[in-house]
């Protein structure tokens, strides 16, 4: 099973500014197949990347993904009052599929 | 418009078996599979496994392997995930999600979930 540690755990920021978020995986996984989702109190999962770095349908440009073999990252270039979330990665490369165990971006 | 709608909150007694629903429209069903994912109360996400509504194939996570069955009915558009010999930690919010699985496994990825399902386990 692969393993993914996001960091950092919580993550406080002001609006405006640039957020980092890491996903670093055990092992290897097939050509990148890795989403991040966005989760707000009381609601599903959101997905904002695919592919490492392609943005899903409807996510505004602010949200990038980068990264390939076990290292990932997503940043939000400036962030927006209503970017302040939970985010988590997920890989779909191998079975069974797994996430991170998640990064709080709170406002500072 | 693309929708999952899932069934309504259950309580059950430890021992007993939960069947959740999740309803699709919007979509043709069967060239998309539905995958089930969970969260417990204050919890990162669990992925449980997946049914491709194309073909009936699943894939369980082996956590759950013995202990859960997922279905499709591609009449209704309707996939089941039945959950059995519940414990007090299966309580949780549980989610559908589709994914397309007839284009391979670049298109894995789960676009559009359900606004969740809450399970209470308590005797």
């Known amino acids: 099973e692969i393993v993914l540690t996001q960091s950092p755990g919580t993550l406080s920021l002001s609006p405006g500014e640039r957020a980092t978020l890491s996903c670093r995986a055990s092992?290897?996984?097939?050509?990148?197949?890795l989403a991040w989702y966005q989760q707000k109190p009381g609601q599903a999962p959101r997905l904002l990347i695919y592919?490492?770095?392609s943005r899903a349908t409807g996510i505004p440009d602010r949200f990038s993904g980068s990264g390939s073999g076990t290292d990932f990252t997503l940043t939000i270039s400036r962030l927006e009052p209503e970017d302040f979330a939970v985010f988590y990665c997920?890989?779909?490369?191998?079975?069974?599929?797994?996430f991170g165990q998640g990064t709080k971006v709170e406002i500072k | 418009q693309v929708h999952l709608v899932q069934s309504g909150a259950e309580v059950k007694k430890p021992g007993a078996s939960v069947k959740v629903s999740c309803k699709a429209s919007?979509?043709?069903?069967?060239?998309?599979?539905i995958s089930w994912v969970r969260q417990a109360p204050g919890q990162g996400l669990e992925w449980m496994g997946w049914?491709?509504?194309?073909?009936?194939?699943?894939n369980y996570a082996q956590k759950f392997q013995g202990r859960v069955t997922m279905t499709a009915d591609t009449s209704t558009s309707t996939a089941y995930m039945e959950l059995r010999s519940l414990r007090s930690d299966d309580t949780a919010v549980y989610y559908c999600?589709?994914?397309?699985?007839?284009?391979?496994?670049?298109?894995?990825?789960?676009?559009?979930w359900g606004k969740g399902t809450t399970v209470t386990v308590s005797s």
């Open positions: 997920q890989q779909y490369g191998s079975s069974p599929w797994t």
């Open positions: 592919g490492a770095s």
């Open positions: 092992q290897s996984f097939s050509s990148n197949y």
């Open positions: 049914i491709s509504a194309y073909n009936g194939n699943t």
């Open positions: 919007g979509y043709t069903f069967s060239t998309y599979a």
């Open positions: 999600a589709r994914f397309s699985a007839a284009a391979g496994p670049s298109y894995y990825y789960m676009d559009v």
